[in-house]
């Protein structure tokens, strides 16, 4: 235990931040994986402090990777930028590190230093909370088995463990779980979307839905209008129909059709959403349905209408996330047969921009699309 | 004995080059032949040509010529009727030259591409050759027929290079794979010289670009489009002779939209078990609608005010952050640490109204300068004694 570089308290320390504003960034769990010399689970409570860093008593349960020395007895480890203020004896549990948490760690000058799983000075931001029991069997690995497999095998059966209601757990479905490219988390969603609790569900057909399946779409889009209110789950599935169902196949383009055009009376948030969708995709199976959206009484659903026609004729790429630096989605091919000047000067992609003309932008591609639906292939 | 291209040996009297008239192509289009001379001391051959030639980057110039073969007595007038064809149809009415026996006729049009546009270029020429009154016999035209010239094709220079980029602020060229600037590429698709570039706005976007009288220059952004448009037009010209329009859309980030779902506020803070957690999930989104991983980005307070007799110690920003997704997590907490006026409290059913202290809170993105990159959010961060939000 390397503890003599922090000021052991004899009663009370001052401890991280009591009042903080907290924007911070989650990182990359691939590139913490690749970076770190150790994962390991374990529970956690505080042990000092030294200039702007915390000393955190770590109680091992097991190692996922890295320095299997570490196993079984207490390590301390530093935690930089966790800023003292305020007062807490050592050997204070942290907060829902308590009952175990994974920790990505890194060998330094002095020991061993804990890399956070996300920017910002407070503690929550250091690890993820996985409780240190034993893995749900069917999330159980080999110690050979790939780093990023071992490390989603955690991550999977901790969520699977929680049934929702974690934020800092559920956050990990905003993309962060996928970044892996691990068949385990594959495994979870497809398990958690059988699973007999709701929350489960949504999360676990969200999660296909990301990987593009219609048929979760559908499911995940049945069990989201029945919800009575907004919950962190159907937060995140309407965020996964939304920015990363990119499913181009006709199929694909019928459910997001048929989910944007139902009654207006049902679920506006998944309406707009799946709407927002298949203008994204806006290919020639995806038309009809966009036409159609150029009828809703929902003045942002028509925007979604144009944008899509309007992407289709100027001849853009499907919008993807990866796509988004390089703006792949905007960029016009050298040969766009359904590009007119009347077609950029009646385009715009911003929902604000289409709505402060809609009654130029909406007469405009209705008669468009009776004009070339047949060259489109309807 | 006279040569002639026509097997019956006899001189074709046609009207003046009628349109539903035989055409004849051919490969360099020349019609060599021969007629009877009148005056039959000599032989004669008649010819006729076609041409078309690219003077320069904006003009086209085709013509026709006609001309007496061994017309040694100069008996013969040759006569070229013209018109310039584009894409195989008549631009131009018709041009008529004629030349003293002996010497050719020629008529011609010129064309400036930048008026007429790019596309296939020919002269389209008629030759008739009159003959001296003084012939005693066979005074009638020689008619020899059609020429068109091979095709000049013309293609419109044309730009290359990304037609959207980023605007990320002043004074910020990059930021996690996001780019502020393009290179552009002029091609100039057979005109010649260097091309002079232009920038029309017809709306907020606008670039800058490193040179004007180049062939490749660098765009930089210094505002975003409106609305995610393509509101700005790029053109090169060479010489006269414009590109076609580069429409450019200039993206930006531009809001903080609210995950469904959040904030969700929980007991303990973060370092202890006492007072409270709020949790907001913001998805980072730009002018286009879409979400945008990848950027960094910082907060900062203003002036803090404090209600009800509040001591407790201002919230400090997190430092800037690198970010590898769009999701930015906002954690708001607060501890029952000894001292606080009012205390801080665990989550009360319902939430408490009662306010501790609030600032005015702003988010940036596209740079880990403060003071640098493009503010997306802004509002008031409010701490109540039980929990936090932004409003």
Request: charge should be negative; charged fraction near 10%.
């Amino acid at each position: 235990m390397r503890v003599t570089q922090y000021r052991l308290a004899a009663g009370l320390f001052g401890a991280a931040a009591c009042a903080y504003g907290g924007m911070s960034a989650p990182r990359s769990l691939a590139d913490l994986a690749q970076s770190a010399d150790a994962i390991v689970i374990a529970t956690a409570s505080w042990q000092g402090s030294s200039g702007s860093a915390a000393a955190v008593t770590l109680q091992l349960t097991r190692v996922v990777n890295g320095d299997l020395s570490l196993s079984g007895g207490p390590v301390v480890v530093a935690l930089q930028g966790v800023s003292p203020a305020g007062t807490i004896t050592p050997g204070t549990p942290i907060p829902v590190a308590s009952s175990g948490a994974l920790w990505f760690l890194q060998r330094s000058s002095g020991g061993w230093a804990v890399l956070p799983v996300a920017s910002g000075a407070s503690a929550s931001h250091a690890f993820l909370p996985v409780p240190g029991g034993p893995l749900l069997p069917a999330y159980a690995y080999q110690s050979s088995a790939p780093l990023l497999d071992k490390l989603a095998s955690e991550l999977c059966s901790a969520i699977e463990g929680a049934d929702g209601g974690e934020p800092q757990l559920a956050s990990l479905h905003l993309g962060l779980l996928d970044q892996l490219g691990s068949s385990v988390v594959a495994l979870l969603y497809q398990r958690m979307a059988t699973s007999s609790s709701l929350k489960q569900q949504i999360l676990g057909l969200a999660g296909q839905v990301r990987g593009g399946s219609s048929s979760a779409l559908a499911s995940a889009a049945q069990l989201a209008s029945s919800a009575s209110a907004p919950s962190l789950e159907t937060g995140v599935l309407l965020w996964s129909i939304q920015n990363e169902f990119r499913a181009a196949d006709a199929n694909s383009a019928a459910v997001l059709g048929g989910i944007a055009a139902s009654p207006a009376s049902g679920n506006a948030a998944l309406r707009h959403a799946a709407a927002h969708a298949l203008a994204a995709i806006h290919t020639a199976g995806a038309a009809p349905y966009l036409a159609a959206l150029l009828d809703d009484p929902d003045t942002e659903i028509e925007a979604e209408g144009v944008r899509g026609l309007g992407s289709l004729a100027l001849g853009l790429p499907i919008q993807t996330t990866a796509g988004v630096p390089s703006l792949a989605h905007l960029q016009m091919p050298a040969n766009a047969p359904l590009r007119t000047d009347a077609v950029v000067a009646n385009f715009a992609l911003s929902t604000d921009a289409i709505q402060q003309k809609i009654a130029t932008y909406v007469p405009f591609w209705k008669s468009w699309w009776t004009s070339n639906q047949a060259a489109i292939g309807h | 004995m006279r040569n002639r291209s026509e097997a019956s040996g006899k001189r074709r009297l046609l009207p003046r080059r009628p349109m539903w008239a035989p055409i004849f192509i051919l490969a360099c289009c020349a019609i060599p032949g021969s007629g009877q001379t009148p005056c039959d001391e000599e032989s004669v051959v008649f010819n006729g040509q076609s041409y078309a030639v690219r003077l320069d980057s904006n003009h086209v110039k085709t013509y026709g010529s006609s001309w007496v073969v061994n017309d040694q007595l100069e008996l013969w007038t040759p006569y070229d009727g013209a018109w310039q064809q584009l894409n195989g149809t008549d631009i131009t009415t018709e041009a008529i030259g004629s030349a003293n026996p002996g010497a050719t006729a020629s008529s011609a049009w010129t064309s400036t591409l930048s008026g007429t546009g790019p596309g296939s270029y020919t002269d389209y020429s008629y030759h008739w050759f009159v003959p001296n009154q003084s012939c005693s016999s066979d005074t009638s035209t020689d008619y020899l027929g059609y020429t068109r010239s091979a095709a000049v094709a013309i293609q419109q220079p044309a730009i290359s290079g990304a037609n959207a980029f980023w605007w990320l602020g002043s004074g910020v060229l990059s930021d996690g794979g996001y780019y502020a600037q393009a290179a552009w590429s002029a091609d100039p698709n057979g005109a010649t010289g260097t091309p002079t570039w232009s920038v029309y706005y017809y709306g907020s976007g606008q670039v800058s670009l490193s040179c004007t009288n180049c062939t490749s220059t660098t765009a930089t952004s210094l505002a975003a489009s409106l609305g995610c448009t393509a509101d700005i037009k790029i053109t090169v010209n060479y010489g006269g002779f414009t590109s076609n329009p580069f429409w450019v859309t200039i993206a930006a980030p531009a809001q903080l939209v609210l995950v469904s779902g959040y904030p969700q506020d929980k007991d303990g803070n973060p370092n202890d078990s006492t007072g409270w957690t709020s949790v907001y999930e913001w998805n980072l989104t730009d002018t286009c609608g879409y979400q945008d991983p990848g950027l960094d980005g910082y907060e900062l307070f203003g002036q803090w005010t404090q209600y009800n007799g509040s001591n407790w110690p201002s919230a400090q920003p997190e430092p800037p952050a690198s970010n590898s997704a769009s999701i930015w997590n906002d954690e708001m907490a607060k501890g029952e640490t000894y001292g606080l006026n009012p205390p801080a409290r665990p989550l009360q059913n319902p939430l408490t109204s009662i306010q501790a202290e609030s600032a005015p809170w702003t988010f940036t993105v596209g740079s880990l300068t403060v003071g640098l990159g493009l503010q997306v959010g802004s509002n008031t961060s409010m701490y109540y004694v039980d929990h936090g939000r932004h409003q």
